[in-house]
């Protein structure tokens, strides 16, 4: 029988999924629409307790890393999995970011790739659905 903790649980696991995969498939070379392993990811995301802060940041980085490359780099394929930040949502948890630095990553997104991605949605504002590209 479900209990209102595990209503409100589980409203939580939708609402961080929901926002999660929102900022994934608004990001430059990312799909179109999240597959259900990155919906399984980002249910797991929420299970271990990452917060969502550190999986956007992760994100946010990844993707300014991905532009910065050197010039005359070869180009990168496109990102097929969510699973593809894990490598720096570790880096993140392990060395937090400064006060104030994922406004700044927003912020330098936002200047790098104006059309490829809309404002994250902030923590407490994770039903807001892109317009642009579905889940």
Do not use: W
């Amino acid at each position: 029988m479900p209990t209102k903790e595990n209503n409100v649980t589980s409203a939580a696991d939708t609402a961080y999924q929901i926002a999660v995969l929102t900022l994934y498939v608004n990001l430059p070379d990312t799909p179109s629409r999240a597959s259900a392993h990155d919906k399984a990811f980002a249910r797991s995301l929420f299970e271990q307790g990452v917060p969502l802060a550190v999986v956007e940041a992760a994100m946010l980085l990844a993707s300014l890393r991905r532009r910065e490359r050197r010039l005359g780099a070869l180009p990168l394929g496109r990102i097929r999995s969510l699973a593809y930040f894990s490598p720096v949502i570790d880096e993140l948890q392990q060395a937090p970011l400064p006060a104030g630095h994922l406004a700044a990553l927003r912020h330098k997104a936002r200047q790098a790739f104006p059309m490829d991605c809309e404002t994250p949605p902030a923590p407490g504002d994770v039903f807001r659905q892109s317009t642009t590209r579905p889940l």
